[in-house]
């Protein structure tokens, strides 16, 4: 089993930026991805950014060239750094692992704002 505690959420002006953090225990071993989401009020949840063991990295087209997902595999960690925030990036952010099973975070509230 894998435990996933994010961190970084808060209230950001547009323009903005903010980094979530995603700390990993447990079988971390059996991680083969990992990879934000987010959920809007009223919509279904998303998949933001992944990137697998072995680095290779996918993005939602709304967040290219803004958001920027990195690991560190040394401290078990993912992290998103989200540049150039938007309205409409006003979200819960889940952390997610694929190990031996899928395993969330429970949440982080980004809310983007004047």
């Known amino acids: 089993q894998v435990q996933l505690v994010e961190s970084g959420g808060g209230l950001v002006q547009p323009g903005g930026s903010l980094r979530l953090s995603c700390a990993a225990s447990?079988?971390?071993?059996?991680?083969?991805?990992m990879a934000w989401y987010r959920q809007a009020p009223g919509k279904q949840r998303e998949l933001v950014a992944a990137?697998?063991?072995?680095?290779?990295?996918n993005y939602a087209d709304s967040v290219k060239g803004r958001f920027t997902i990195t690991r560190d595999n040394a401290k078990n960690a993912v992290y998103l750094q989200m540049n150039s925030l938007k309205p409409e990036d006003t979200a819960v952010y889940y952390c997610?692992?694929?190990?031996?099973?899928?395993?969330w975070g429970q949440g982080t509230q980004v809310t983007v704002s004047p």
């Open positions: 997610y692992a694929l190990g031996l099973r899928e395993s």
């Open positions: 447990g079988t971390i071993f059996s991680i083969t991805l």
């Open positions: 990137i697998t063991s072995g680095g290779v990295i």
